[in-house]
């Protein structure tokens, strides 16, 4: 697990994030792999926080079977944004904290939605990386970690706005969101 996404976007605020591999007791003692996280909000350097963020070694050993058309790192992030958005960081640390698995994995693969909900959706989060990077380029690792929608719906809402002109691909996934997505409503 080398693929981490590095940004998570929220509406209000968006946070660098740096994982490393915890050699942790809980890691042994519950067969997971763990992670430790630290993240750095971009608009206020004060605001950081830490967590452990584990997922099950049999989940880990058998996602491949489920085929589910994402990184395990990137649902593994998705897991953490559900925790950070709910406010409930707390529950994911210590030795008994929550921890994905094969039983809670599929509501992280996401929603589909109508098209005029995920292009708000979309708009709100890269206005949000705008604010504090409006010169940065996002890739689409980080916008689906931070959103709630299916890779593929995600995919169809990236090209609607690249269309609109509000984003620019860069190739290989990764786009500059452009200062006309200000005007977007």
Known sequence: MVHFPNILILPDNVYSLSIQ?????????????DY??????????????????????????????????VPLEW????????????KSLALLSGDNGQVLNSSNFRTL??????????EELLTTLLKS???VHPKGVIEFRDIYVSSHLTANTLRQSVEALKAKG?????GQNVYLVEKKIFEAS
């Open 166 to 170: 509000y984003l620019k691909d860069l």
């Open 109 to 118: 693969l996401g929603l589909e939605v109508d098209e005029t909900e995920r």
């Open 129 to 131: 990386w705008a604010k």
């Open 36 to 69: 430790t996280v630290h993240a750095v909000s971009f608009a206020d350097p004060y605001d950081k926080w830490r967590t452990l963020l584990g997922v099950s070694r049999e989940f880990w050993e058998d996602y491949p079977f489920y085929k589910p058309g």
């Open 21 to 33: 591999k915890a050699e942790s007791n809980r890691a042994l003692d519950r067969f997971l792999f």
């Open 75 to 86: 649902l593994l992030v998705r897991f953490l944004c559900h925790h950070l958005k709910a």
